[in-house]
Nanobody, 121 residues
């Protein structure tokens, strides 16, 4: 079974930085599209950033210029570098990935357990 494990969340002051890490493990051939989502209290889960296997990335408008998504295929890992954090960024952040598995002909969608990011004013 493929698993995605997030880390790097925590409590920071406004203007601070944080780097989220999502490591995939299991019978993996390759990671296809990967993304970071977040869900704040009382709000719907939203896509924050996405990166394709070709390296193309997209961001929600509210984080453009502040967040950067990247990936390390050799480590089956995706990162989210978060800069100039604002209280509005407070949420649980979830890693999502389409994974090509050994012995399976199609990619499958997986989610991490989530990591809490809290930004104080």
């Amino acid at each position: 079974q493929v698993q995605l494990v997030e880390s790097g969340g925590g409590l920071v002051q406004a203007g601070g930085s944080l780097r989220l890490v999502c490591a995939a493990s299991g019978p993996i051939l390759s990671l296809v599209a990967m993304g970071w989502y977040r869900q704040a209290p009382g709000k719907q889960r939203e896509l924050v950033a996405r990166i394709t296997s070709g390296g193309s990335s997209d961001y929600v408008d509210s984080v453009k210029g502040r967040f950067t998504i990247s990936r390390d295929n050799a480590k089956n890992t995706v990162y989210l570098q978060m800069m100039s954090l604002k209280p509005e960024d407070t949420a649980v952040y979830y890693c999502n990935a389409a994974v090509r598995e050994i012995g399976y002909r199609y990619s499958r969608d997986y989610w991490g357990q989530g990591t809490q990011v809290t930004v104080s004013s």
